[in-house]
């Protein structure tokens, strides 16, 4: 994918994850709910070669935190450190079949949720819902579907 290609992937997966995110649902589904930014950014980390990985996952996750009114860097650091575990396995997970990357995909939501809940203990205390530990499992579950839209929007 030249480089064009992938700047323009990553626009339109960013663009759409800040529009499912900002859907508004019941509230328990809302707090288990997968983390949007994190499941489209990993397609974009599979499907492209870039060096500046790191800096857009710092972006985007800055950029959620923004919109989503959150500790500034909560996000970013949650979603550097996820996309590093993904760039760690890409190869792996690139030739794996779709349970083998609903595994990873899991895995890496269960790090962002690791990040998310010790930055959110470390400044606000222990003042959140308990459902958020179902948001990996919806990620796994949700991530089949996730692929199959973003390969059609790819092409």
């Given at each position: 994918m030249t480089k064009?290609?992938?700047l323009l992937?990553?626009?339109?997966?960013?663009?759409i994850a800040l529009v499912v995110g900002a859907i508004s649902l019941p509230s328990l589904l809302?707090?288990?709910s997968p983390f949007w930014m994190?499941?489209?950014f990993i397609y974009w980390i599979i499907y492209t070669d870039t060096k500046a990985?790191?800096?857009?996952?710092?972006?985007?996750?800055?950029l959620t935190d923004i919109l989503q009114g959150s500790i500034l860097g909560q996000n970013a650091l949650a979603l550097l450190i996820s996309s590093a575990f993904?760039?760690?396995v890409k190869k792996s997970f690139y030739v794996s079949n779709l349970t083998t990357q609903q595994v990873y995909v899991f895995i890496a939501s269960l790090i962002y949720l690791i990040a998310l809940i010790f930055t959110h203990k470390a400044i606000q205390g222990s003042d959140f819902s308990w459902l958020i530990i179902l948001s990996p499992f919806t990620g796994a579950i949700i991530w089949p579907l996730?692929?199959?839209f973003?390969?059609?929007l790819k092409h």
């Open positions: 064009n290609n992938s992937l990553l626009t339109k997966i960013t663009i809302e707090i288990a994190l499941i489209f990985l790191y800096l857009f996952a710092l972006i985007l996750g800055l993904i760039f760690n996730v692929r199959l973003l390969a059609k």
